[in-house]
T-cell receptor, first 111, second 113 residues
Framework: GQQLNQSPQSMFIQEGEDVSMNCTSSSIFNTWLWYKQDPGEGPVLLIALYKAGELTSNGRLTAQFGITRKDSFLNISASIPSDVGIYFCAGPMDSNYQLIWGAGTKLIIKP | EAQVTQNPRYLITVTGKKLTVTCSQNMNHEYMSWYRQDPGLGLRQIYY???????DKGDVPEGYKVSRKEKRNFPLILESPSPNQTSLYFC????????????FGQGTRLTVV
């Protein structure tokens, strides 16, 4: 079945550093979604991508829909303490009524 | 304020004792779903509902039931909870399909002993 592989699993970074994470699939997706989960909260949508090659920004966050439609990337520039949390990629399964989720990338900022 | 409300936030129960986790949304969304979140596995969908009286199984439906009698409510029922259902549960709603933004509740941490 469809699976999303998200990497890295976790990241320890210094405040001010740039962050990159990615999500890959063995099958084609026509939509990529990036969510962030703050500690103790439910996930919140950051960026939605609907077209291969699309590059979309939301403040310091930039996400790209891979040309092959089998991957997506999320970059965070100049990280700040409130960026800590778990970042998830997600995409619709073939049925269009179910989302499949990556396992998440946990971002930790070193003091 | 637009929101998805889950109750309870925390629950400890014993094996076999039926329980219900409630979920309510005030955004008039058609699509609602339940997820469980386990370390290293991300979010896995349990059940989803496209509209009133229309529900379907997600990836991990065994041991769970749902109902959608009203548009705003989508309760999750565990008829006979077992320890492997210890998890963090999230309810989510979105305007229509999965292509529209999903709004999540704050989660219910369930422990079955």
């Amino acid at each position: 079945g469809q699976q999303l592989n998200q990497s890295p699993q976790s990241m320890f970074i210094q405040e001010g550093e740039d962050v990159s994470m990615n999500c890959t699939s063995s099958s084609i997706f026509n939509t990529w979604l990036w969510y962030k989960q703050d500690p103790g909260e439910g996930p919140v949508l950051l960026i939605a991508l609907y077209k291969a090659g699309e590059l979309t920004s939301n403040g310091r966050l930039t996400a790209q829909f891979g040309i092959t439609r089998k991957d997506s990337f999320l970059n965070i520039s100049a990280s700040i303490p409130s960026d800590v949390g778990i970042y998830f990629c997600a995409g619709p399964m073939d049925s269009n009524y179910q989302l499949i989720w990556g396992a998440g990338t946990k971002l930790i900022i070193k003091p | 304020e637009a929101q998805v409300t889950q109750n309870p936030r925390y629950l400890i129960t014993v094996t076999g004792k039926k329980l219900t986790v409630t979920c309510s949304q005030n955004m008039n969304h058609e699509y609602m779903s339940w997820y469980r979140q386990d370390p290293g596995l991300g979010l896995r969908q349990i059940y989803y509902s496209m509209n009133v009286e229309v529900t379907d199984k997600g990836d991990v439906p065994e041991g769970y039931k749902v109902s959608r009698k009203e548009k705003r409510n989508f309760p999750l029922i565990l008829e006979s909870p077992s320890p492997n259902q210890t998890s963090l549960y999230f309810c989510a709603s979105s305007l229509s399909t999965v292509y529209t933004e999903a709004f999540f509740g704050q989660g219910t941490r369930l422990t079955v002993v």
